[in-house]
């Protein structure tokens, strides 16, 4: 059971809008950045958003996120094949000791 | 060009002990914290623990403390995880990762396979 929940899966069309969300709580999300990465098959996730809505270099404008309260969300507009992959949100918590959070992971799949 | 570049596979026999280790270059590696994550076969991510090079400073994430121990060797620009007993459920790909709060985990080894199987 992960400590951030996401939807197991998600689907679109291509050149469809797609959104991922993610739960967590006042300890993880409510104080602290949200990170999004993204893990092609058989490949090292790499980081697509990080401190809630920043790209870097390199990541389409097409990838956007965005937190509010305990929750956060990926958006995905102009859908295309090669974003077939998993996508994971990740938070700071401050509950126990500072440490890493993830989320359970979204399988989008393009239709 | 910054890059963290991983040992070898591994396969090894429960009970037996291991290292395994990410070696930073193209940054400054006593400037950012080196995370560790596991992923088993088919699953998520899950946070293992980091440390800052630049002190040591090390911190586990409860669900591993005890389990492994992360150090570093700034000498050599390298971080490492180590197991003193492996056991079969410690089967996985582990990954590290450097950045922090501010940056996110913004680069990843290409992940460490280990296979424990009697």
Same mark, same amino acid.
């Given at each position: 059971q992960s400590v951030l929940t996401q939807p197991p899966s998600a689907s679109g069309t291509p050149g469809q809008r797609v959104t991922i969300s993610c739960s967590g709580s006042s300890s993880n999300i409510g104080s602290n950045y949200v990170y999004w990465y993204q893990q092609l098959p058989g490949t090292a996730p790499k980081l #697509?958003?990080? =401190? !809630? !809505?920043q790209r870097p @270099?390199?990541?389409? +404008? =097409?990838f956007s996120g965005s937190k509010s309260g305990t929750s956060a969300s990926l958006a995905i507009s102009g #859908? =295309? @094949?090669? +974003?077939e992959a998993d996508y994971y949100c990740a938070a700071w918590d401050d509950s126990l000791s500072v440490h890493v959070v993830f989320g359970g992971g979204t399988k989008l799949t393009v239709l | 060009e910054v890059q963290l570049v991983q040992s070898g596979a591994e396969v090894k026999k429960p009970g037996e002990s291991l290292k395994i280790s990410c070696k930073g270059s193209g940054y400054s590696f006593t400037s950012y914290w080196i995370g560790w994550v596991r992923q088993m076969p088919g699953k998520g991510l899950e946070w293992m623990g980091i440390i800052y090079p630049g002190d040591s400073d090390t911190r586990y994430s409860p669900s591993f403390q005890g389990q492994v121990t992360i150090s570093a060797d700034k000498s050599i620009s390298t971080a490492y995880l180590q197991w003193s007993s492996l056991k079969a459920s410690d089967t996985a790909m582990y990954y590290c990762v450097k950045g922090g709060?501010?940056?996110?985990?913004d680069y990843w080894g290409q992940g460490t396979l280990v296979t424990v199987s009697s």
């Amino acid at each position: 059971q992960s400590v951030l929940t996401q939807p197991p899966s998600a689907s679109g069309t291509p050149g469809q809008r797609v959104t991922i969300s993610c739960s967590g709580s006042s300890s993880n999300i409510g104080s602290n950045y949200v990170y999004w990465y993204q893990q092609l098959p058989g490949t090292a996730p790499k980081l #697509l958003i990080y =401190r !809630n !809505n920043q790209r870097p @270099s390199g990541v389409p +404008d =097409r990838f956007s996120g965005s937190k509010s309260g305990t929750s956060a969300s990926l958006a995905i507009s102009g #859908l =295309r @094949s090669e +974003d077939e992959a998993d996508y994971y949100c990740a938070a700071w918590d401050d509950s126990l000791s500072v440490h890493v959070v993830f989320g359970g992971g979204t399988k989008l799949t393009v239709l | 060009e910054v890059q963290l570049v991983q040992s070898g596979a591994e396969v090894k026999k429960p009970g037996e002990s291991l290292k395994i280790s990410c070696k930073g270059s193209g940054y400054s590696f006593t400037s950012y914290w080196i995370g560790w994550v596991r992923q088993m076969p088919g699953k998520g991510l899950e946070w293992m623990g980091i440390i800052y090079p630049g002190d040591s400073d090390t911190r586990y994430s409860p669900s591993f403390q005890g389990q492994v121990t992360i150090s570093a060797d700034k000498s050599i620009s390298t971080a490492y995880l180590q197991w003193s007993s492996l056991k079969a459920s410690d089967t996985a790909m582990y990954y590290c990762v450097k950045g922090g709060i501010l940056t996110g985990f913004d680069y990843w080894g290409q992940g460490t396979l280990v296979t424990v199987s009697s």
